[in-house]
């Protein structure tokens, strides 16, 4: 009864927000976005699987997010006004985007479930029995692993100008990774793979060291100023501890997301302000923020999570006859690491500062990015044909990982 209330209150929400005025588009666009939004939540609250780590429900919420609940959000306010999309883009243009994203929503699933599991398998687990892994190899093995991300991480900082280079850093991030250093800034992420290895046998005894190194990882990455890498590796952590020692309750996630939501929108907030006003009066930067918390809120939501406007340009792209990358970008990444290692050079295009030239044609050398998400950047290499087999890829392989965790 609990979950049928809790997703009538969902649905009854959604309409609420689907009736506002100021939405780019009419009812059929509304529609699915409703749709995408309340689909993705039956999945991640359902009574028969209640670990909500579980990969689909992760990916099938942030997915809900980023294509359904937040373009009713932010479409008032504004969020589609964007000349890409034409003079007076149409109804059509909007609902034909949207519904690409419902049915990448159904290949996702798809996948999952054309991937049958070799046995039934209870997913609400909240131990970990690892007693047939060698713990102690794997226990050293992450520490190596970790050891070369902090070496890479080492040499990336004090090379490109030390911390306090990163600290008065206002350009865009992207030259970070693409400049003289930047194979080392991928091989920072080694420190990510590192804490989840050794954490995986640590967790069970040692919960709170575990998240200790997962909040002092990303600390780190929080020097290089980017959201997202200074959040992956504490979620890692407390992904761990779900699994590892004790299963985290609804409340506590709420919680722990609220607390990650604002450590983000400060690093947006610091990222963005003047840095000589930040080091002569940082009390007043952080009463600033405190003061606007609710829009500094909204625009990390905006950024960082809603993603259908930028699909909307790469939809908008491919249908005005623009060329397919044909895989890319998403090889894109390996260019630093081919400069770095290898001496060749940067030819390879990556999808966000792609897009962010589509956007801002009369930017000269661009190296801020417009993230497309995954379904943005697979229907820009291999439009909608390609993008459906890729997310039914992606939907068997979160069957995969599921099932992998739950024998470990």
Known sequence: MIYFLIHFGHLLLLIALAGREGHPAGAAYLAILVLIAWLSLVIVFNPWRRDYFEPLKMSCGLYGLSFGTGPLLLGPAGAYDMWFYGIN???????????????????????YISTPPKRWIQSDVSHVTTASVPNRRMFWGGVAIGLIGLLSYVILVTQSGGVQYFLAYSGGRATIFEGVYGGFYWGTYFMVAGISIAGAVLVRRHPVVTLMMGVVTGAMFALLQGRAAAIVPVLVCVVLVNYGFRKIRFRSLVSASMVLLLFASFLGAYRSAEKNVVGKDAITVASNFLDNVYENFTLTFATDIERLDIFLVTYRYIEQGGDEMEGETLIGWLSPVNRQFFGGGDELQTAGPFLFQLLNPHAIDARAGAQPSLPGELYLNFALPGMLIGLFVYGALLKCVGRLVNKV
Do not use: Q, S
Request: charged letters at 10%.
């Open 89 to 111: 883009p149409t109804d059509e243009f909007f609902t034909n985007g949207a519904a690409i994203c419902f049915f990448g929503l159904l290949a996702m699933l798809a996948g």
